[in-house]
């Protein structure tokens, strides 16, 4: 009898399946292809004589700095494209030998894994068009479901938490389920709008980082149950009210953001064509006054943007909960939780910007355009952490890692 595990997916991830050469992209082309010690022994070891030539001659030895997920990778070709691709964008080495002969990243994405007290967990980044359409197009409140998967199925664990440590039993990892319940139920809290959920957030964060720097965790329960009873009240609407619209401020950020991607050099002709229309349909160009930019900004906003995401706001909000989730939040990466949160509001930010000159440039939005966008943007900027870092970096350089920024950034 097959042994099996526990599993925790939200359920789109159930119902997920690769549609290989219907896909409008390809996760083949422009990513390095880490090929893990086990699979590079499996394809040493093969005497198939059709592939062995391009094996032994596009699976290099990482030399730099190996380890048993990345001890070699595929020589791409001059287009960025893997070798062992066929013309209708199907992997020759899985046609012809299966499955079990990929390695470990190619047989396992776009499904990420996280250990959360011994128990597995899994989600699908949005860099793949059809995980997002699954995930982000459906209007209900995104839900998790417990299941079971065969202990053979192979998984690269991103991230582990163990809430029952004695090291973390005074650290705020030791609330982590409860942190994570109170996130995503605010962001799926749908009284309020989603800039507005996620203002409340900060607040909230700002608070939790003040806990942390006095070495109080313990109080962060109590935390919890005072801003949950907050958003089931009035009282938080009046401070929501008093932050300002600065348009302005916000595109001289957001540009400056914009601009830092491109100049790290783009191979995705999705991302690009869509950073394209962003600048005309807002009608960008060096010369333009800030202010004038804003004005454009805000008209393509309110006349192209809003109708059609005031009704489709569920799509950035599974977006966010989905991140939230995939991440481990707020354990993202940086030490200071109230930076993560930071990191958390560039991605909505910067899928807003592009999303608002997308919508002046065709007059409007449709599924098909905001999910071009994400899974774009997912793939040229989520997956490139040392472009988020730098990202991060200019803001905490410039001062401008602080909740009043991060409004600026949020309010429409």
């Not at 068009?129 to 998790?144: D, G, V």
């Not at 004695?166 to 709008?193: D, M, S």
């Not at 962003?278 to 454009?296: H, M, N, P, S």
């Not at 899928?351 to 040229?380: C, N, P, R, W, Y």
Request: charged share 25%; aromatic share 10%.
């Amino acid at each position: 009898m097959s042994k099996s595990r526990p599993l925790l997916v939200p359920q789109y991830l159930r119902q997920f399946k690769c549609i290989g050469p219907q896909c409008e992209d390809t996760c083949c082309i422009g990513w390095r292809v880490n090929i893990d010690h086990p699979t590079y022994r499996q394809y040493r070891r093969l005497k198939h004589p059709e592939l062995k030539p391009d094996l032994d001659k596009y699976i290099k030895r990482n030399r730099s700095t190996p380890s048993e997920d990345h001890y070699a990778k595929v020589k791409l070709n001059p287009d960025s494209r893997c070798p062992f691709l066929t013309e209708k964008s199907l992997c020759r080495i899985q046609l012809t030998l299966g499955e079990d002969y990929l390695s470990d990243v190619c047989a396992t994405y776009p499904r990420t894994a996280n250990e959360i007290n011994d128990v597995l967990e899994k989600s699908a980044t949005m860099s793949c068009p059809e995980a997002a359409r699954l995930a982000l197009l459906n209007p209900a409140i995104m839900e998790f479901d417990e299941i079971e998967e065969p202990a053979t199925v192979r998984n690269i664990v991103s991230g582990k938490i163990d809430t029952h440590q004695l090291a973390v039993a005074r650290k705020p990892q030791r609330y982590f389920w409860e942190l994570r319940i109170f996130t995503i139920g605010l962001l799926q809290n749908r009284q309020y709008r989603l800039p507005e959920r996620l203002i409340i957030l900060g607040l909230f964060h700002q608070r939790l980082q003040e806990l942390i720097e006095h070495r109080q965790p313990e109080k962060i329960p109590e935390l919890i149950a005072k801003y949950a009873n907050l958003t089931g009240t009035d009282e938080l609407q009046s401070q929501l009210a008093q932050i300002p619209v600065q348009v302005a401020i916000q595109m001289e950020l957001l540009k400056e953001l914009a601009d830092e991607r491109i100049f790290k050099g783009v191979n995705s002709r999705r991302y690009l064509a869509c950073f394209a229309e962003f600048l005309t349909g807002i009608q960008y160009t060096k010369e333009a006054l800030v202010e004038d930019i804003a004005d454009r900004y805000q008209k393509a906003e309110t006349e192209h943007y809003l109708p059609f995401m005031g009704e489709h706001e569920y799509i950035l909000e599974n977006y966010l909960v989905n991140y939230v989730f995939k991440n481990l939040y707020p354990f993202t990466g940086n030490k200071d939780l109230f930076d993560n949160y930071v990191m958390l509001v560039i991605h909505y930010a910067l899928i807003k910007l592009h999303l608002i000159g997308m919508a002046a440039f065709h007059q409007g939005l449709t599924e098909d355009l905001v999910i071009k966008l994400i899974q774009s943007f997912a793939k040229t900027v989520e997956h490139n952490q040392q472009y988020l870092q730098h990202v991060f970096d200019l803001l905490k350089n410039n001062g401008y890692t602080t909740m009043a920024y991060m409004a600026i950034l949020i309010k429409n």
